[in-house]
């Protein structure tokens, strides 16, 4: 504290000359920078979600696949499996039906799946969240085609 001529004291203002904040414009660049880095991130990341829902569709099929071979009686050489053609539908298996289901989830809830049976086979089909088909059926065949679903080319 200091005195004046007349014996008064004050307080002497003090200029403050070391900021240690950000301004508010550095802040926002920041921020900005961020809002434009992860826009980038998650453009790049969809591709990789549907190869990720294609392959999870993919192995539920296989999955259809080695329920209906176990149930393959070669007694009588027919398949003990119920035809389907909606992902909500009862195929007579635990399995096959939570596979179903797990495709449809996975495809965007437009399950286009055919899991046509008779007693000498079966085959299995489901549209990808890619767009194109992927087929098994009870001769080994494999097949990813623009077909439409059902059929194994």
């Known amino acids: 504290m200091k005195s004046d001529t007349n014996g008064r004291y004050f307080l002497k203002k003090q200029m403050r000359t070391n900021n240690k904040g950000f301004t508010l414009i550095e802040m926002l660049v920041v921020i900005a920078m961020i809002g434009l880095l992860?826009?980038?991130?998650?453009?790049a990341l969809g591709p990789s979600r549907n190869k990720a829902k294609d392959t999870r569709i993919i192995s539920d099929i296989q999955q259809i696949r080695s329920v209906a071979e176990t149930r393959y009686n070669p007694t009588t050489n027919t398949?003990?499996?119920t035809a389907v053609?909606?992902?909500?539908?009862?195929?007579?298996s635990t399995d096959i039906?939570?596979?179903?289901k797990d495709i449809d989830t996975n495809n965007g809830s437009a399950c286009t799946i055919n899991?046509?049976?008779?007693?000498?086979?079966?085959?299995?089909s489901a549209k990808t969240a890619s767009g194109n088909n992927y087929c098994v059926d009870s001769t080994g065949k494999v097949a990813s085609s623009t077909?439409?679903?059902g059929i194994c080319p």
Do not use: Q, R
Request: hydrophobic share 55%; net charge negative; with cysteine.
């Open 38 to 43: 992860s826009a980038v991130v998650l453009v």
């Open 79 to 81: 398949y003990a499996i």
């Open 85 to 92: 053609t909606a992902c909500n539908a009862d195929s007579g």
């Open 97 to 100: 039906n939570t596979a179903l």
């Open 115 to 124: 899991l046509t049976a008779n007693s000498n086979g079966y085959a299995v």
């Open 147 to 149: 077909a439409a679903a």
